[in-house]
T-cell receptor
Framework: DGGITQSPKYLFRKEGQNVTLSCEQNLNHDAMYWYRQDPGQGLRLIYYSQIVNDFQKGDIAEGYSVSREKKESFPLTVTSAQKNPTAFYLC????????????FGDGTRLSIL | GNSVTQMEGPVTLSEEAFLTINCTYTATGYPSLFWYVQYPGEGLQLLLKATKADDKGSNKGFEATYRKETTSFHLEKGSVQVSDSAVYFCALSVPLLNAGGTSYGKLTFGQGTILTVHP
């Protein structure tokens, strides 16, 4: 079955450490997205990519970085510059059309040690 | 800018009760509208969508009608079940053009409404 796989499900970060969250999709979607979800809040867009080797900042990109070297993969790095990284991170993908829904992974929960 | 406002929760209902979750939006351009559902510890799943005015999206007994005159997309279900307990998100997508002329959309989400259904 096609879908989006995020790993790991739980991740712990030490102070001053960079961590990378994995996102892989086999839906043949061009567009991929990273969101951050905090308790009681909606989803906020971190970065998005419409095509391989291209990506754009979302609403809260500071302290995060991404790469898009393959169509199937869109890893997110949470850098030490992100001072409040504890959150639930969701990856999504879609066809490049505004009427098409985004498909989501099951998320990675990041916590600070 | 674009924004989505949902009714504040949490919403607590008894099984078989009628459900309404209000959603209103502001958008530049002509958005597509979506409802997503999130079960505990999981990602979001598309529940239903509508792409033009007066369209009605429906799925699993849920429905919502795209009302351009009131800029609303309220979610309804006639008889809820315990298994409907989840967080519900309203979202909109507006058309954007990339350099190649292809239309794509960025989603703007509401803050989510927690629904709890008791037996």
């Amino acid at each position: 079955d096609g879908g989006i796989t995020q790993s790991p499900k739980y991740l712990f970060r030490k102070e001053g450490q960079n961590v990378t969250l994995s996102c892989e999709q086999n839906l043949n979607h061009d567009a991929m997205y990273w969101y951050r979800q905090d308790p009681g809040q909606g989803l906020r867009l971190i970065y998005y990519s419409q095509i391989v080797n291209d990506f754009q900042k979302g609403d809260i990109a500071e302290g995060y970085s991404v790469s898009r070297e393959k169509k199937e993969s869109f890893p997110l790095t949470v850098t030490s510059a992100q001072k409040n990284p504890t959150a639930f991170y969701l990856c999504a993908s879609s066809l490049r059309n505004r009427n098409q829904p985004q498909h989501f992974g099951d998320g990675t929960r990041l916590s600070i040690l | 800018g674009n924004s989505v406002t949902q009714m504040e929760g949490p919403v607590t209902l008894s099984e078989e009760a009628f459900l309404t979750i209000n959603c209103t939006y502001t958008a530049t351009g002509y958005p597509s509208l979506f409802w997503y559902v999130q079960y505990p510890g999981e990602g979001l799943q598309l529940l239903l969508k509508a792409t033009k005015a007066d369209d009605k999206g429906s799925n699993k007994g849920f429905e919502a009608t795209y009302r351009k005159e009131t800029t609303s997309f309220h979610l309804e279900k006639g008889s809820v079940q315990v298994s409907d307990s989840a967080v519900y998100f309203c979202a909109l997508s507006v058309p954007l053009l990339n350099a190649g002329g292809t239309s794509y959309g960025k989603l703007t989400f509401g803050q989510g409404t927690i629904l709890t259904v008791h037996p």
